[in-house]
């Protein structure tokens, strides 16, 4: 695992219409462009996350739906399970 770098990296941007509304957006806010980008990465960041989350709930739900469509076993159901589990294999594991 590479350590983690510390400090600024300077980045150059080829798109100069990004360029430009980095700048018309800092005009507006009164922002230098680092601040821009800073702010506009978090915002992207934030709604990622949420995704990330919404996704993790929806899979959540659809286990819970799967684990109610399976059966209840008895007591009794889950002893002959067992006992039938004894009968198939030998101490050790392997079948009889």
Same mark, same amino acid.
């Not at 800073?38 to 934030?46: D, G, M, N, P, S």
């Not at 996704?55 to 399970?81: H, Q, Y």
């Given at each position: !695992? %590479?350590?983690? @770098?510390? +400090?600024? !990296?300077?980045?150059?941007?080829?798109? #100069?219409?990004?360029? *430009?509304?980095? @700048?018309?957006? +800092?005009?507006?806010?009164? *922002? +230098?462009?680092?601040?821009?980008?800073? =702010? /506009?990465?978090? /915002? $992207? =960041?934030? =709604?990622?996350?949420?995704? @990330?989350?919404? =996704? #993790? *709930? $929806? @899979?959540?739900?659809?286990?819970?739906?799967?684990?109610?469509? %399976?059966?209840?076993?008895?007591? $009794? $159901?889950?002893? /002959? !399970?067992?006992?039938?589990? *004894?009968? %198939?294999?030998?101490?050790? +594991?392997?079948?009889?």
């Amino acid at each position: !695992m %590479l350590p983690e @770098r510390t +400090g600024s !990296m300077a980045i150059t941007l080829r798109n #100069k219409k990004v360029e *430009e509304d980095i @700048r018309e957006i +800092g005009r507006q806010t009164g *922002e +230098g462009p680092s601040a821009v980008i800073a =702010r /506009a990465v978090a /915002a $992207e =960041r934030e =709604r990622l996350d949420a995704e @990330r989350k919404q =996704r #993790k *709930e $929806e @899979r959540l739900k659809r286990i819970d739906a799967f684990i109610a469509t %399976l059966p209840v076993f008895t007591d $009794e $159901e889950r002893k /002959a !399970m067992w006992d039938t589990l *004894e009968d %198939l294999y030998d101490e050790w +594991g392997l079948p009889k």
